[in-house]
């Protein structure tokens, strides 16, 4: 993998709220209903409070037609990039490439 982009990944939150669920033309209610998971939940996942869970991903491949892999590999991205943010890895030396 190459190195850390200075742009925060998009959350998969904000792609269900601002063009996944509005192309579906679904209530938030309704997408809740339909994935198996409360209103509080889904709400907390769009207003990216909470990740999507490989479960959650499981749910939302089925319903959207997409796969979980995908909704995990966005998740995936944002989480490293919030870690490679926070973390520091100043005394940890690097002792080869990429593999």
């Keep these: 993998m190459g190195g850390v982009s200075e742009r925060c990944p998009t959350h998969p939150g904000e792609l269900l709220r601002e063009d996944v669920i509005p192309a579906f033309k679904k209530s938030k209610t309704e997408v809740a209903r339909l994935l198996g998971i409360s209103g509080q939940h889904l709400h907390d996942i769009i207003a990216e409070r909470k990740p999507v869970s490989p479960e959650v991903a ?15 590999l966005i998740q ?24």
């Design 58 to 72: 499981v749910r939302l491949g089925k319903l959207f037609g997409n796969g979980p892999t995908i909704w995990i």
């Design 76 to 99: 995936a991205g944002y989480d490293a990039w919030c870690a490679s943010q926070t973390v520091d890895v100043s005394d940890i030396p690097t002792i080869g490439g990429p593999i």
